[in-house]
Nanobody, 118 residues
Framework: QVQLVESGGGLVQAGGSLRLSCATS????????MGWYRQAPGKQREFVAR???????HYADSVKGRFTISRDNAKNTVYLQMNSLKPEDTAVYYC????????????WGQGTQVTVSA
């Protein structure tokens, strides 16, 4: 089993920045993919970004150029730097990890709230 704990969410004005962190623990010897999803009120959960153990990344079009995903393999932690935030970025953000680089995610965190005011 793998446990994930997100932190760094909060309230920020439009144009501001936040940095989310997700620390993993447990049976973490087979984590290759790490990523972030988000779910806004009344909407389905959507993909935000993912990163492989080698550092290859992929982003949703809606966040390209504004968000940056990174990871610290020694600390088994994934980060999401969010700049130029918009009100439409308001959502609960979830981190996730998986064994296959570009495959499905196997474990999910509980989520952290990000609220962007206009």
């Amino acid at each position: 089993q793998v446990q994930l704990v997100e932190s760094g969410g909060g309230l920020v004005q439009a144009g501001g920045s936040l940095r989310l962190s997700c620390a993993t623990s447990g049976s973490i010897f087979n984590i290759n993919a790490m990523g972030w999803y988000r779910q806004a009120p009344g909407k389905q959960r959507e993909f935000v970004a993912r990163i492989t153990s080698g550092g290859s990344t992929h982003y949703a079009d809606s966040v390209k150029g504004r968000f940056t995903i990174s990871r610290d393999n020694a600390k088994n932690t994934v980060y999401l730097q969010m700049n130029s935030l918009k009100p439409e970025d308001t959502a609960v953000y979830y981190c996730a990890v998986g064994a296959i680089h570009w495959g499905p995610f196997d474990y999910w965190g509980q989520g952290t709230q990000v609220t962007v005011s206009a």
